[in-house]
């Protein structure tokens, strides 16, 4: 196995964004949900968010893309588009 840094999300919009509304571009094959789960209050300043869903792996996981859009939804976010597995975001 192979050891890899791990990187917040929220380490992320802290050392690049100096505190300005970002948008997010994100697909990392499944990951997407544990983002979410452990770091979703990194979103509080993402206008918009868009996401590829994975589905398979999702349920993998035992969870489903509906957990991952209560997730987006209680960061704020609003889902306004959806394009096979993927989710376009957007703040107010």
């Given amino acids: 196995a192979r050891e890899v840094p791990v ?3 929220s ?17 990392i094959e499944g990951a997407e949900l ?13 206008k918009c968010l868009i996401l590829e869903t994975h589905p398979s ?3 993998e996981m035992g969870s489903s893309i509906e957990e991952a859009e209560a997730l987006i939804s ?15 975001a957007i703040r107010g």
């Fill in 7 to 9: 990187i917040t999300m």
């Fill in 11 to 27: 380490s992320l919009v802290d050392k690049y964004t100096e505190g300005a509304c970002f948008s997010l571009v994100c697909d």
């Fill in 34 to 46: 544990e983002m979410l789960r452990r770091d979703g209050d990194a979103l509080k300043k993402c």
């Fill in 57 to 59: 792996v999702f349920s």
């Fill in 74 to 88: 209680a960061a704020g976010l609003k889902i306004v588009a959806r394009e096979q597995d993927v989710l376009v």
